[in-house]
């Protein structure tokens, strides 16, 4: 029973911020052991998407269901990792300390080194994250988003900024997570990271214009190129 | 120098400010309440110093000195029986009373002096002060008349004495007032530096629960803050010498839930800013008409009667009013008198906890 249960079941969600609508009516699922790819251009509503995910927005209508519980609930947030897009840690502690605090509030700290491994930041885990670099500070992000080993992780544009070299090494962490069991959720508008999705959402204005294995939407628009085939995509629905 | 860069940072600025409609409104709206408050306290028509006068001369002067007295206009005195006087000197109703004595007239006319005896509070040297020149003033038009009558109060203290200076009556109320405002200011920056980093996201999207954010918070500062509670204390006593006669466990009670008041008020008005920047713009607003208000400078006694009635709402008055009760008068917790004012100030505490509290749940829903 619980292998059937999706790790994120999204139904008919809208929401709006004032006058901006930021989705309209929006439903996917993303099953386990998956990488989901969320692909679209920026203000497409990736975002927003993700954050009603974690409850941090309030959908108007439609249901959220993460790891079989309806959302928002506090505490399936524990299985859950967040990497938001800016690398949100604490500028004077050391990369250990960010890891080992996340870890605690999640209520697991058994993993800090395993994290630190993972992201290539053992050797620097004494350092204070405002003398570490951009690109290490993104895998100390990373880091603290998987410390406490959870079911299904949501990437916010985890590979902005990050050099070619760096986002090959994430990307074969990212799979090897989702071999090991682990759901992941990725939103980019990278078309080359897309290829590397199990499945992928195609969003735009807030709403789902197609989703499939790369192979099913290239099909789907007719094209050779993913990139092609969004924008086809994009168009077709915009009639 | 290039006129045009120099002009481009100045545009930057402004154009700035005009964005930032809390920040304008504070800049200029912050200095006229401020000031408006300052001149109403001075210029408003303030209360005088109540004092008794207790006649029990058996000659005629007593009753001239009384009337003089009562008609007053930088003093409210009335008499009343020394048993009265006394009563009301010892609840603080009464900043002092003079007892003209039973042989004042007698000594008057066969030694040419007068020795009225008057009795201060002593715990507020300004009013203290104001009641000795009244009575001094109410001599002066009687030798005039007299003429050659030498005059010798015997003055007596209830609190502190003739050695307490100004530093030992705002000793007291600044050992409070300096832990609730660097407690207030470091809580409200931290907080919404983590905001600004995007911490405060990433908390948000864990397991979290909004009271445990809360208290840890204020653990965490509280910690800080008994430190530097302890800090002053110990400075303000052993090297300022600051007049105490109270229980130095109990003045740092007080000023521990001082700062547990000042850690979530921080926490509970850093949910209405964005920045920090405009958390700093908090202080005049918040903490400057509070030590105007607070009786820290003015007696709360002498104000004009609408600002007693705010005085009387804002917590910090108590604050204030307790540390003084500990250290000038001895005050401990069978005093009924700090019971009000240790109990106001920890149901302050417990409402700023609580609003604290709300705003960051309705933030995360």
């Given at each position: 029973m619980a292998t059937e249960i999706s790790a994120i079941d999204v139904d008919r969600v809208a929401k709006r911020f004032g006058k901006q609508t930021a989705l309209d009516g929006v439903s996917l699922r993303v099953r386990r052991g998956e990488v989901y790819g969320l692909l679209g251009?920026?203000?497409?509503?990736k975002t927003t998407l993700i954050r009603s995910l974690v409850g941090l927005v309030a959908p108007e209508k439609g249901t959220v269901t993460v790891l079989g519980r309806r959302m928002p609930e506090l505490e399936v947030l524990a299985h859950v990792g967040y990497m938001t897009q800016q690398a949100a840690l604490y500028p004077d502690l050391s990369a250990e300390e960010n890891v080992h605090f996340f870890g605690a509030i999640h209520g697991r700290v058994d993993g800090v080194r395993e994290a630190l491994e993972l992201v290539d930041l053992w050797d620097r885990r004494?350092?204070?994250?405002?003398?570490?670099s951009g690109g290490m500070r993104t895998r100390c992000s990373l880091a603290c988003a998987l410390v406490h080993k959870p079911d299904l992780l949501l990437l916010?544009?985890?590979?902005?900024?990050?050099?070619p070299q760096l986002r090959v090494q994430l990307w074969d962490r990212f799979r090897k997570m989702a071999a090991g069991g682990t759901s992941i959720l990725v939103s980019s508008h990278v078309m080359d990271e897309a290829e590397r999705c199990d499945r992928l959402g195609l969003i735009r204005f807030g709403t789902l214009l197609a989703e499939g294995t790369v192979a099913e939407l290239k099909a789907k628009a007719g094209v050779e190129r993913l990139e092609d085939a969004f924008l086809k995509l994009s168009e077709v629905s915009a009639q | 120098m290039s006129a045009m860069r120099v002009r481009a940072i100045t545009q930057r600025l402004l154009h700035q400010f005009r964005r930032d409609r809390r920040t304008l409104a504070l800049l200029f709206g912050a200095p006229l309440v401020i000031l408006g408050l300052l001149g109403y306290l001075l210029r408003g028509g303030g209360e005088v110093p109540k004092m008794g006068v207790v006649n029990i001369d058996g000659g005629p002067l007593g009753s001239i000195i009384a009337s003089t007295l009562e008609s007053s206009k930088t003093v409210a005195a009335s008499s009343m029986s020394q048993a009265d006087a006394d009563a009301r000197l010892r609840s603080g109703d009464l900043a002092g009373y003079v007892l003209l004595p039973p042989d004042l007239s007698v000594q008057a006319q066969q030694r040419r002096i007068i020795t009225p005896e008057v009795h201060l509070e002593g715990s507020q040297p300004g009013l203290s002060q104001s009641i000795v020149q009244s009575v001094s003033q109410s001599f002066v038009t009687l030798a005039s008349q007299a003429g050659g009558v030498r005059f010798t109060p015997r003055i007596t203290f209830l609190y502190g004495g003739p050695n307490f200076d100004t530093l030992d009556y705002f000793g007291a109320a600044f050992i409070g007032l300096v832990v609730f405002f660097l407690v207030f200011v470091i809580t409200a920056v931290a907080f919404l530096r983590e905001r600004g980093q995007g911490t405060l996201e990433r908390l948000m999207a864990s397991p979290l629960r909004w009271a445990e954010i809360v208290l840890g918070y204020m653990l965490g500062f509280t910690v800080l803050a008994l430190v530097q509670s302890a800090e002053v204390l110990a400075f303000s006593l052993?090297?300022?010498?600051?007049?105490n006669v109270g229980n130095v466990a109990l003045i740092f009670l007080l000023e521990a839930l001082m700062a547990i008041a000042a850690v979530n008020l921080g926490i509970f008005l850093s949910m209405f800013a964005r920045t920090e920047f405009q958390a700093v713009q908090f202080i005049p607003l918040v903490i400057v008409p509070q030590v105007l208000?607070?009786?820290?400078?003015?007696p709360v006694s002498t104000e004009p009667g609408p600002l007693q009635v705010l005085s009387h709402v804002l917590p910090l008055t108590y604050a204030v009013e307790g540390l003084r009760n500990i250290m000038i008068k001895g005050a401990d917790l069978t005093w009924s008198s700090l019971q009000i004012d240790v109990g106001v100030v920890l149901g302050f505490c417990v409402l700023v906890i609580l609003a604290g509290a709300t705003t960051l749940r309705r933030r995360i829903a």
């Open positions: 251009p920026n203000g497409a509503g004494k350092s204070v994250v405002s003398t570490l916010d544009e985890p590979t902005v900024g990050v050099d | 052993l090297v300022l010498h600051v007049h208000l607070a009786g820290i400078i003015f």
